[in-house]
């Protein structure tokens, strides 16, 4: 048997195995909803221009509903041979109400159908992303403010460089999720433009109002152009470039956590609820969650690279290839909702352990710099002082001693500059209080920006 909806001018049923093969039902069932709402407008857009009834808008309309009520108690039977979610939804409805259920197609194609629900549906979940990247983003700087004294070692090249605020690093991840915020609300502007009206291609011969849909789906306007409404995927290659630069963000974040919560850093604990055991050694906890995350991005980034392909040299308008935009963007979308969902709920039960990350930091020489420093401000060039200080670090490598741990004596072998005022700028807190500008990592610096980035997520 062929297809209903356009089995007309052909003369044998389509080859079983083909109609399975260029199905989208088993995966674009989830825009039913969207799909739904796009009909209600396209039919209540027919009835304002008076081509079809407003008894016949009606009907349309409650039988949807009705179908949508079905979908949601279980009781739809999609049919693999109806293709896509948009046949199974009408069949459903002709079924409800009968021959009326025919003319919802009337001006529109599943072409500019299929573009106009990728959208809604899109501008939904970004909706929801964007909400919990605020969610998470708002755990990170409250964890910040509670550590806005917390001393730990900052690392260039992994290995200790200076030493910060815990506080500090936080709101650095902090600003990596506010651009990311930044990002998917400009993406999601060219994704509430409405391709509906587009028709097949060349737009349709009934005269239709496209900005009576557009304002009833809450679309910011209609489309320009026929041809690009159908064929552009744009939006969906953007939101996933959006996605992988999360996806990317927290892989940085994820690899960190993991490093802390090991024996060999010991900086953090993660609650037991976020970790697994293993079966064979009793002693394991391990982090599971931000290990899985890291994981994650390559699937984004593979998705990425999957959109760009689909779309590459693909003539206008529409071709059956944007079918295969919908898994990648998919599960591009469950891959960030699930693994910002896990942060945000991880985030606010990280424990620092304090004196592991004090004595970390307190190795490694890591006031090397503001002895330096310290020089500077008493007349030598700065390369001189590094010069003295490299020799100093070289001597308590020697003697297995951190710079505060010599003597003035000993440290007065290499400059003469040197005072008994030179211990305050070597503890851990006078390096970090020192930094004390904008953008610093002094704690009264990373309580301010707490205060800057929370006006932030309020003015949203
Ligand atoms: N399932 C199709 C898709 O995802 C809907 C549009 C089909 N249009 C067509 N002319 N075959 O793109």
């Keep these: 048997q062929t297809n209903a909806s356009w089995g007309g001018r052909f003369a044998e049923a389509t080859d079983a195995f083909v109609a399975e093969f260029t199905a989208s039902i088993g995966f674009d069932a989830r825009l039913y909803r969207h799909d739904i709402e796009g009909s209600i407008a396209h039919a209540t857009m027919l009835a304002k221009c008076n081509v079809i009834t407003e008894q016949e808008q009606q009907a349309i309309v409650d039988g949807l509903k009705a179908v949508q009520s079905d979908i949601e108690n279980g009781d739809m039977q999609w049919s693999v041979a109806l293709e896509d979610v948009h046949m199974n939804v009408e069949a459903a409805l002709t079924a409800k109400i009968g021959t009326v259920g025919k003319k919802l ?240 709920d991880m985030v606010p039960h990280i424990k620092a352990k304090k004196d592991s990350m004090y004595q970390a930091a307190a190795k490694g020489y890591s006031t090397a710099t503001d002895l330096a420093d310290y020089l500077v401000k008493k007349g030598l060039p700065f390369r001189d002082a590094h010069e003295v200080v490299g020799e100093s670090v070289a001597f308590g490598i020697e003697q297995s001693k951190d710079l505060a741990e010599l003597t003035l004596a000993q440290l007065q072998q290499f400059s003469d500059l040197i005072e008994q005022d030179v211990f305050d700028v070597l503890t851990l807190e006078g390096s970090v209080a020192a930094r004390d500008h904008l953008g610093g990592t002094a704690p009264n610096q990373v309580l301010a920006a707490c205060l800057r980035a929370q006006q932030t997520l309020k003015a949203r």
């Design 105 to 344: 197609h009337t001006g529109r194609s599943r072409n500019d159908q299929i573009a106009t629900d990728i959208r809604l549906y899109l501008r939904d979940e970004i909706d929801h992303l964007a909400s919990e990247l605020t969610r998470l983003q708002a755990a990170l700087i409250e964890l910040a403010q509670t550590e806005a004294n917390t001393i730990m070692p900052g690392f260039t090249h992994l290995q200790t460089a200076q030493p910060v605020t815990f506080g500090h690093h936080l709101l650095a991840w902090n600003e990596m999720l506010q651009r990311d915020y930044e990002r998917i609300i400009d993406c999601r502007k060219r994704v509430n433009i409405m391709p509906l009206g587009a028709a097949a291609l060349a737009g349709t011969t009934y005269p239709i109002d496209r900005t009576i849909t557009a304002e009833l789906l809450g679309f910011d306007r209609p489309s320009e152009n026929s041809l690009d409404s159908v064929s552009d995927r744009d939006f969906a290659i953007e939101f996933t470039q959006v996605g992988a630069l999360i996806m990317m963000h927290l892989s940085r974040m994820s690899e960190e956590l993991v490093l802390w919560a090991s024996a060999q850093f010991d900086f953090i604990d993660l609650p037991d609820r976020f970790c697994t055991g293993s079966s064979i050694m009793p002693q394991k906890k391990n982090p599971d969650v931000p290990e899985l995350v890291r994981g994650k991005t390559g699937r984004v980034y593979g998705h990425l690279m999957s959109l760009l392909t689909l779309m590459k040299s693909q003539p206008l308008a529409y071709n059956k290839d944007n079918q295969e935009d919908k898994e990648p963007l998919f599960d591009t979308i469950d891959t960030l909702a699930g693994s910002l969902r896990a942060f945000a």
